[in-house]
């Protein structure tokens, strides 16, 4: 078979535009699963059983269940409680509902490893326990979650591509388009994973750039 990549420059346009839409819907599940997921490790790290043990059921179920059936119930389940969402918009509940208790248990397992030394000698100095968690708890428990939490970012740029199946005009389901007219997968698939390629990247440059910022504020290194 010979490769044919001018027809890339005749779908590029197509492609970016599907690109910018993985990137709108990894921007807003990051954006709401992020503050969710802080609150689910805060409640599950407070020492309230009756708040931990059920919370910890939650998270364990969402990480059972496969993302592309929490994507299928938000769709196609939802409108029979009378609640019907678009495509982009069912998108954004079950990615966000499936990611903010993964990243829960990155923050959980960060604010874990602070030692617990550190925070008796605050309270010892009397300060309050929002305070110790906003000034001693948080800052240190920042560069331990950074490198988990990019990987799990990673996942929820690759995870939109689930979202062809209900039809969201991301880049996987355009490429899924530009098959049937170019009649060109291959040439189409090896353009889309160098999208891809790059936005991960992105993301790894963000990744390195904060393990430096709040490395360096939190240890003085």
Known sequence: MELDFSILFLVWPRLLDGAWVTVQLTAVVLALATPLAVLVAVLRNIGFALLAWPL????????????????????????????????????????????????????????????????????????????????????????SAIPPYISHATEVLKGTALTAAISVPELSGTANQLFAVTFRPFEVLLAIALIYGVLDGMLLTVQHLAERRFGSKVWGR
């Open 56 to 143: 910890g059921l939650v998270s364990a179920t969402f990480r059972g269940v496969p993302p592309l059936l929490i994507l299928f119930i938000a769709f196609f389940g939802l409108p029979a409680f009378g609640l019907k969402l678009s495509p982009f918009a069912a998108a954004v509940i079950a990615m966000t509902a499936y990611m903010a208790f993964y990243f829960g248990e990155v923050f959980r397992g960060a604010l874990l490893a602070v030692p617990a030394g550190t925070v008796q000698a605050a309270t010892a100095l009397g300060l309050s326990p929002l305070r110790i968690f906003f000034r001693i708890r948080l800052p240190q428990a920042v560069p």
